[in-house]
């Protein structure tokens, strides 16, 4: 009986109205920022070796490296990501599907930015880009450009910025579209 009346609730799909997951990942964005820029000396060269994925990072840094930003151009970016198309996500396929597709480009960053000899990442970009490419396949209507421009924009960041956490986190977001998680 409680299953039936759970299927008969609408999902939400007005994208000004923050959902209480978002607005809790933007706010912890902003916050977590603001504590690594004003942590000074010693403190905060411990918290960019166990906080970022670079070369001579600690063992628990590819776990930690995604919930700080240590960039102010990546936290902007990825609040504004999560404010537009993760919003958007969240109220289409529930709080469980998004934080599924997050995770799966979480560790698809990881993967690659550990790989490589000189890239340094940190903050959730590589989940956003997961989100995005997952849904620039899926919902090609949310997206100004289409489908193809948006995806290969994507790429063209990724390639010229030499950005491997960001292109790992797409390409986990478009393995996810093929098993149509």
């Given amino acids: ?17 923050l959902h209480p997951h978002i607005k809790a990942f ?8 603001g504590l690594y820029k004003m942590t000074s ?3 905060k060269n411990n918290f960019r070796k166990r906080l970022t994925i670079e070369p001579g990072s600690g063992l628990i840094s590819p776990v930690t490296a ?16 999560l404010y537009t198309v993760g919003n958007r996500h969240i109220w289409k396929y529930g709080a469980n599907h998004f934080w599924k597709i997050a995770i799966i480009g979480a560790i698809g960053g990881t993967l690659l930015a550990k790989s490589a000899s000189n890239s340094e990442y940190s903050g959730a ?15 090609p209507s949310w997206f100004w450009l289409g489908t193809f ?4 924009a994507l790429m063209a960041y990724s390639v010229y910025y030499n950005d491997r956490a960001f ?13 149509a998680l």
């Fill in 66 to 81: 995604h919930f700080f930003p240590t960039d102010f151009f990546n936290m902007l970016t990825t609040s504004a990501l």
């Fill in 149 to 152: 421009p948006t995806l290969v």
């Fill in 167 to 179: 292109g790992g986190g797409a390409f986990a977001g478009y393995i996810a579209f093929l098993f």
């Fill in 125 to 139: 970009l590589a989940s956003t880009s997961a989100l995005v490419f997952y849904n620039a396949v899926r919902n």
């Fill in 26 to 33: 933007i706010g912890y964005n902003f916050v977590a920022y």
């Fill in 1 to 17: 009986m409680l299953t039936n009346y759970l299927k008969e609730i609408p999902r939400r799909t007005n994208s000004l109205v």
């Fill in 41 to 43: 000396g010693p403190t």
